[in-house]
């Protein structure tokens, strides 16, 4: 069994329109990945933390994984990435 440290800020799960970088680590590669949360300052857009469960869903049916497919396109396993 391995045991992972996950820690982030309470207020990443209220939702409303939230613009955020992603810095993604991998084998001494840095990349950064902009994205926002909704498509206006809708209060009821998604949070930022659900919003990233669906960035990385590894579904073939998914399709909001934007993140994922650019991750991939560098070349990068994103199991072994960093993320921040």
């Known amino acids: ?13 209220e939702r409303g329109f939230w613009l955020y970088i992603w810095r993604i680590e991998h084998k ?19 949070s930022p933390f659900s919003r990233l469960g669906r960035h990385l869903d590894i579904r073939p049916s998914a399709k909001a994984n ?14 072994a990435c960093r993320y921040s």
């Open 28 to 46: 001494g590669k840095v990349v950064l990945y902009v994205g926002r949360t909704g498509d206006s300052s809708s209060r009821y857009a998604s």
């Open 66 to 79: 934007t993140l994922l497919r650019n991750i991939r396109k560098a070349n990068f396993e994103p199991a």
């Open 1 to 13: 069994m391995r045991i992972h440290d996950l820690q982030f800020d309470g207020h990443l799960l």
